[in-house]
């Protein structure tokens, strides 16, 4: 009888155990910088160390998980000198600045295993859609004209999660954002690197 309670003890043990140590939540605070492309680049060409990214993601899968997530990057620029306008030219000082705050659900794939026991690496790639607030200002003396706009975009990333201590991680990633024309505004493009500290439950 002893030996037959022993077995099924290890049994219930060995069956409970992934379901403890599996991920059922990870979330993702990370530090984001930013290089503007495209028509941002003309627009501003400075790269961004104003940026964040607040990430929650819910496994359904051991390599595959769906999260929302919140982002925020600042580009700005400073220029002076003289420009052309279509009547002429003007001299003077310059600001550009462009807010990017994407709201987006993201989707990712895993290449290994994601349980909170494994030392190992996992790298991953995912893509998010979803929309972006974009503010932009530009400054010329004592002029100002500003526009706030929202737009529809896309952001495909790749990265990998590197276990640390306990259920702690961190997050390496890179990913391109595109937000489409709206209206007057945009298209709007960027490259981010990310750098991130991750909990999982």
Same mark, same amino acid.
């Given at each position: 009888?002893?030996?037959?309670?022993?077995?099924?003890?290890?049994?219930?043990?060995?069956?409970?155990?992934?379901?403890?140590?599996?991920?059922?939540?990870?979330?993702?605070?990370?530090?984001?910088?930013?290089?503007?492309?495209?028509?941002?680049?003309?627009?501003?060409?400075?790269?961004?160390?104003?940026?964040?990214?607040?990430?929650?993601?819910?496994?359904?899968?051991?390599?595959?998980?769906?999260?929302?997530?919140?982002?925020?990057?600042?580009?700005?620029?400073?220029?002076? $000198? +003289?420009?052309? !306008?279509?009547?002429?030219?003007?001299? %003077?000082?310059?600001?550009?600045?462009?807010? &990017? #705050?994407? =709201?987006?659900?993201?989707?990712?794939?895993?290449?290994?295993?994601?349980?909170?026991?494994?030392?190992?690496?996992?790298?991953?790639?995912?893509?998010?859609? $979803? +929309?972006?607030? !974009?503010?932009?200002?530009?400054?010329? %003396?004592?002029?100002?004209?500003?526009?706030? &706009? #929202?737009? =529809?975009?896309?952001?495909?990333?790749?990265?990998?999660?590197?276990?640390?201590?306990?259920?702690?991680?961190?997050?390496?990633?890179?990913?391109?954002?595109?937000?489409?024309?709206?209206?007057?505004?945009?298209?709007?493009?960027?490259?981010?690197?990310?750098?991130?500290?991750?909990?999982?439950?």
């Amino acid at each position: 009888m002893r030996p037959l309670v022993a077995i099924l003890l290890l049994a219930v043990l060995v069956t409970a155990a992934p379901a403890q140590l599996a991920r059922d939540y990870t979330g993702v605070l990370s530090y984001n910088i930013g290089m503007p492309t495209g028509d941002t680049n003309e627009f501003i060409s400075n790269s961004s160390f104003r940026g964040m990214e607040i990430e929650g993601r819910r496994f359904i899968q051991p390599n595959l998980s769906w999260s929302l997530s919140w982002q925020w990057n600042t580009f700005n620029e400073a220029t002076s $000198g +003289t420009f052309k !306008i279509p009547n002429g030219d003007i001299t %003077g000082n310059q600001h550009r600045v462009l807010y &990017s #705050w994407p =709201f987006l659900a993201k989707v990712h794939y895993y290449f290994g295993e994601t349980s909170m026991t494994n030392k190992n690496a996992v790298p991953f790639v995912g893509l998010g859609a $979803g +929309t972006y607030w !974009i503010r932009e200002s530009f400054e010329f %003396g004592i002029l100002a004209v500003e526009e706030t &706009s #929202w737009h =529809f975009g896309f952001s495909p990333e790749a990265g990998v999660l590197i276990p640390t201590v306990g259920a702690n991680d961190i997050v390496l990633s890179a990913g391109y954002h595109h937000a489409f024309e709206s209206g007057d505004s945009g298209p709007h493009s960027y490259w981010t690197v990310k750098l991130g500290i991750a909990y999982s439950s």
